[in-house]
């Protein structure tokens, strides 16, 4: 019987992590466009969703703790299939098959909206940088290190 609940558990998992390959193809297109906005409404949407998912995945490990009990040291999903009967086998494939390739494109779509983040950054410095330029001194530094205390004189140099 675990064994069919850790397959009703993977279709569970499988779905979750679709929909959110389906997010986070969405927020390139966000940061794509540049809308903080909607930026911020994905990424709360997201965050539901890998709570959910981490919910699953504890209950998962509680499962296969259960089909592959204490002697196994190595609890993957591969063990579990591997101790699961004809029927149920050919199922859980299927599911461990699907889910590492929605994972992995999930993966590469979280690198790319990384390197998009990255690069926007990298603008948004570089514009800065132009808008407000840091003085720089044209001459000598202080050989000790420490900086001198700036001497401002005003416009009046007069004693009351």
Not at 11 to 20: E, F, P, R, T
Not at 39 to 46: D, R, S, Y
Not at 94 to 114: D, F
């Amino acid at each position: 019987m675990s064994a069919e609940n850790l397959a009703v558990l993977l279709k569970k998992i499988l779905i979750l992590h679709q929909n959110l390959l389906k997010l986070s193809e969405r927020k390139t297109d966000i940061l794509k466009k540049g809308d903080i906005d909607d930026l911020n409404e994905q990424m709360k949407e997201e965050q539901k969703y890998i709570l959910t998912i981490r919910q699953l995945e504890n209950e998962r490990f509680g499962i296969v703790d259960k089909i592959l009990g204490p002697r196994v040291q190595e609890k993957t999903i591969s063990k579990c299939i591997e101790a699961a009967s004809e029927l149920i086998r050919s199922e859980l494939t299927g599911l461990h098959e699907e889910l590492v390739k929605v994972t992995s494109e999930l993966k590469t779509v979280n690198e790319l909206n990384q390197q998009l983040t990255h690069q926007s950054l990298q603008y948004v410095n570089m514009s800065l940088d132009m808008l407000l330029p840091q003085e720089q001194s044209a001459g000598y530094g202080n050989p000790a290190g420490t900086k001198e205390k700036k001497q401002t004189r005003s416009m009046f140099d007069s004693k009351a």
